[in-house]
């Protein structure tokens, strides 16, 4: 631009202007015209499922403006291809680049049909919108709809299905930082198990979105990544939200359980109880929690049965309940340790297992009263069990002290009453004892074991059978 020359507006077609206007309605009916009034940037374009942001100006074709953002002074947005918005605007915006400003020309049958929008706009009219795409949001798919992964879908895929947990799928990944590509390669992983393929969890939870064929763009934060400590190997810095390019090529889901007899029911349990407890043995906690939900998903219904199939379900039931809670127990997930034994002593009452579990995991949580009512409950079944009898003895000790605790507590509030009433009365006469101290205010604690503060033993890392 010259020195005195002034930078000119783009030149706005009035409302009944179509000379240079493009058919984009998907029948080419000229429902949907299109002029371009300034060009947008790059060759991006928002998909179905992004949150536009955009400015507007809506006129009917004499020029009378009914509605307007730019007068409300704030930005519109909406989800793209929902039908948020008027036919038309889901196909005009959808060609849209960032910057652009274009006016979009929709016939009655894109826009509010006979019934109009009244008082403003009247029935089968035909509507005229200068449209300002300003920036687009990825669509999210995180679980928790906090934009921790988001999708740009690059190539729709085909069908309505997708990859469920535990399916088997064939896909092509590239990971990037900074558009530095630090992963490619073509691989098959079984959902759930991408941690054995060094899978983020992010591809693993967005792979579960997408259909045969497509390939899209996924924008992961840290805690669906490599998270605070980042990736050495692969030069991925700590916290960083990273890009991963996947097309899905193929997949093959399990069977759920109504596809399947109750004998397969059992013999697949079986399998998932035994992949769990190999990743148990391996510390793969997460991994074995779930094959073992899986197992008790798949019979924990099949409660009417009888004989060898009953006693074969049962026995599951109760390996996975068992094994459940050593997971959560070895994470110090005290609460759903109680839960999973909890369940199995619903199955079998003297399950020895399930009832020290819980005595650990109610230490846990310091209900020393309910852990020793296990524990004691476990030297019922075996008198010999000497882990039982140590934590028992953990247990006295620790309700002792809380005994002992509470003996000081009413003491001090003791002391404190009696020198309030003589500051008040002068008297040096006592309060009489026994009130607030139940008369033993003065009794001496008992000694202590040293071997009572010991932390409880964790239990063995061998999975139940």
Same mark, same amino acid.
């Given at each position: ?81 929902? #039908? ?12 849209? =680049? ?17 019934? #109009? ?83 983020? =969890? ?10 045969? #064929? ?116 070895? +994470? ?21 297992? +399930? ?10 949580? =310091? ?71 139940? #008369? ?20 063995? +890392?061998?999975?139940?059978?």
């Amino acid at each position: 631009m010259t020195q005195g020359e002034e930078q000119k507006a783009p030149e706005i077609p009035s409302a009944e202007d179509n000379s240079n206007a493009e058919d984009i309605s998907p029948d080419k009916d000229g429902g949907v015209l299109k002029t371009i009034i300034k060009p947008g940037e790059g060759e991006e374009t928002p998909q179905k499922s992004n949150t536009v942001f955009v400015h507007y100006t809506g006129k009917l074709l004499d020029g009378t403006v009914f509605d307007s953002s730019r007068t409300r002074g704030e930005e519109f947005k909406f989800e793209l291809g929902k #039908g948020a918005v008027i036919k038309g605007w889901d196909i005009g915006v959808a060609t849209m =680049k960032k910057g652009e400003v274009c006016r979009l020309t929709c016939k009655p049958e894109y826009a509010y049909g006979e019934a #109009g929008s009244p008082p403003k706009i009247p029935a089968n009219a035909t509507l005229v919108f200068d449209v300002e795409l300003i920036d687009w949001k990825l669509e999210d798919i995180s679980p928790g709809k906090d934009g921790s992964i988001q999708r740009r879908i690059i190539t729709p895929g085909e069908l309505y299905t997708s990859p469920k947990q535990h399916g088997t799928v064939s896909v092509h990944i590239r990971g990037q930082y900074n558009e530095r590509v630090f992963d490619d390669r073509e691989l098959e992983f079984v959902v759930g198990e991408g941690s054995e393929n060094n899978v983020v =969890k992010g591809v693993e939870l967005a792979v579960q979105k997408m259909k045969k #064929g497509e390939k899209s763009l996924f924008r992961i934060a840290p805690k669906f990544a490599f998270g605070s400590e980042g990736h050495k190997e692969l030069d991925v810095p700590p916290d960083a939200t990273v890009d991963y390019v996947v097309q899905l090529k193929s997949f093959e889901n399990a069977k759920e359980s109504w596809e399947m007899d109750v004998d397969e029911k059992i013999e697949q349990a079986d399998i998932a109880k035994t992949k769990g407890t190999n990743f148990l043995k391996a510390g793969k906690f997460e991994l074995s929690l779930q094959y073992y939900k899986r197992a008790v998903d798949l019979i924990q219904h099949e409660d009417s049965l009888e004989g060898e199939k009953k006693e074969k379900r049962d026995a599951l039931m109760l390996a996975n309940y068992l094994n459940t809670a050593l997971c959560h127990l070895k +994470a110090n997930n005290f609460p759903d340790t109680i839960k999973a034994c909890t369940s199995a002593l619903e199955l079998d009452p003297k399950s020895e297992k +399930a009832l020290f579990r819980r005595g650990q995991a109610y230490i846990g949580t =310091k209900d020393f009263d309910l852990a020793q009512k296990d524990f004691e409950e476990v030297l019922q079944v075996d008198a010999n069990n000497k882990a039982a009898r140590n934590q028992l003895s953990i247990c006295q000790a620790k309700l002792s002290q809380e005994l002992q605790r509470e003996k000081q507590f009413y003491r001090s509030m003791f002391d404190k009453m009696a020198a309030k009433s003589k500051a008040e009365s002068g008297s040096d006469a006592p309060i009489e004892t026994g009130v607030w101290n139940n #008369g033993q205010a003065d009794a001496p604690s008992p000694p202590e074991d040293a071997k009572m503060d010991a932390e409880p033993s964790q239990p063995e +890392a061998v999975a139940s059978a």
